[in-house]
């Protein structure tokens, strides 16, 4: 019998013993054990297991050290493991802030909205007139690189990869619609959050669409939250959001449920002059959202779908 561990902290999962967590009160621990096996006890508690063998179990923490046992029963025997982290102490409140303080806090919405240094001020005109093999679309997987993973699956798939696989799917359909793609990376490197728009301007493109999967916070059971979201900031990115969006909706009404296009203020959103959007596609913290990730009919199906609403919001449909 084997297990693995992965132990949710408030950012990103790291699946190694020794990990040290924020200060935290509970987190969330996601495991996995053969298919099949679902006796699986954590802390004295049975816990959910998916037929993957993913387990997922939401479990009180203290400050300092903590130990973390898990058992079950297999063709093997019985079977117990237990991994060992560390919680960082409760942070002290922080003084109110003074007025001047507050002065300051609000003119950082000035900041948010501003834009680019590399960006120019005015909206291109729609390209409704133009054919799709004069419209060029940049598609950026999210993370990539030895470091930034991404949120992590129960079996340790990192979101990096999965959203590369996704941006190549997309980028086959894109194409097969006449439009030129280019990709911010089409293997595991790393890049700056703030270089990734520049690939719109170095390929004089007309539309960026960020690809990612999802993870919920700390606190929240990932065995339970799971939805598709497109995300954008400005009017000319929510039409594209929402184009996407729905085509999303249409195909996977029955398998993943959706919030739609929803409004975020990402790095990669944020542009004033091409419409730009986020795709958080499914929850891959999520056992069957990882499941679906993995399957490269849906993820044929979920690429076609962005692809045509992307062919949508072009044609102002
Ligand atoms: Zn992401």
Not at 80 to 100: C, E, G, M, Q
Not at 123 to 146: C, F, I, K, Q, S
């Amino acid at each position: 019998m084997t297990f693995a561990w992965i132990v949710m902290s408030v950012a990103i999962a790291v699946p190694k013993p020794g990990q040290r967590l924020p200060y935290v009160e509970h987190c969330y621990v996601l495991g996995s054990t053969e298919p099949g096996v679902t006796n699986v006890v954590v802390q004295g508690l049975n816990v959910p297991v998916y037929r993957t063998g993913a387990w997922a179990a939401y479990v009180d923490v203290k400050e300092g050290d903590n130990t973390i046992t898990a058992s079950c029963d297999g063709a093997d025997g019985h079977s117990v493991t237990s991994r060992t982290f560390r919680v960082a102490a409760k942070p002290k409140p922080r003084p109110k802030p003074d007025s001047a303080a507050t002065a300051s806090s609000s003119n950082s919405a000035e900041r948010v909205y501003a834009k680019l240094d590399y960006a120019a001020d005015e909206a291109r005109p729609h390209p409704y007139d133009r054919n799709p093999g004069e419209l060029t679309v940049v598609l950026d997987p999210g993370h990539g690189g030895p470091t930034d993973l991404g949120c992590v699956s129960p079996h340790g798939w990192c979101e990096k990869d999965a959203n590369l696989l996704l941006a190549e799917a997309v980028r086959e359909e894109l194409s097969a619609l006449g439009y030129n793609v280019v990709m911010t990376r089409s293997d595991d490197r790393a890049i700056a959050l703030y270089e990734r728009p520049k690939a719109i301007y170095a390929n004089g493109a007309d539309a960026f669409i960020s690809l990612h999967h999802n993870a919920p916070a700390a606190d929240r059971d990932a065995g339970k939250i799971r939805y598709a979201a497109v995300y954008s900031w400005n009017p000319i990115g929510e039409a594209l959001a929402k184009a996407i969006a729905s085509r999303m909706d249409e195909t996977q009404k029955a398998e993943l449920k959706s919030n739609g296009a929803m409004h975020a203020n990402f790095a990669v959103t944020r542009n004033p002059e091409i419409p730009s959007c986020l795709i958080e596609a499914d929850f891959i913290t999520h056992p069957a959202g990882e499941e679906a990730a993995w399957d490269s009919d849906r993820r044929a199906r979920l690429a076609r779908a962005i692809a045509r609403g992307f062919s949508d919001w072009h044609k102002g449909k």
